[in-house]
Structures are given as C-alpha cells and as structure tokens.
C-alpha cells in the first residue's frame, strides 16, 4: 500500500463508494459533490448531520452518508 493510498478513506455517499482525503468534513464532501447553493439533509450513519456541524465533522473510513434533496 503506498501513501496515497494510506491518506484515503472509503466512504459510501448515497450508495456509491468514494475515495476521499483521510481528513475530509462534512462541508468538504459538500463541496466536492458541489451542493453549495441546495437545500438538503445530511444524515451520517444514520444519524442526522446538523448544518452547524458540518465544518467540523470528519467523515471516517467505511462511514456511510446520505445527502437528500
């Protein structure tokens, strides 16, 4: 395994997995998936995400998240 591969994670995000930095938050994935100006909910292993707490919740390997429009 090299590095790059040690500073990943796997994260299943509305049932399809992604490979992420090891240090993304909540707010990051946002962004990448590009929901910045949406109206959704964010719900974290199952457990509602809220928006406050986005910023500072770091997704972790094998986590599983849903973002629902």
Do not use: W
């Not at 995400?49 to 390997?61: A, E, N, R, V």
């Amino acid at each position: 395994m090299s590095n790059n591969d040690r500073q990943k994670i796997d994260v299943n995000v509305n049932g399809e997995l992604m490979s992420l930095a090891c240090d993304v938050t909540v707010l990051d994935l946002l962004q990448i998936l590009e929901m910045n100006n949406r109206r959704f909910v964010v719900v974290v292993n199952d457990e509602f995400m809220p928006k406050s707490m986005y910023g500072d919740t770091k997704l972790i390997h094998n986590d599983h998240c849903d973002i629902m429009t």
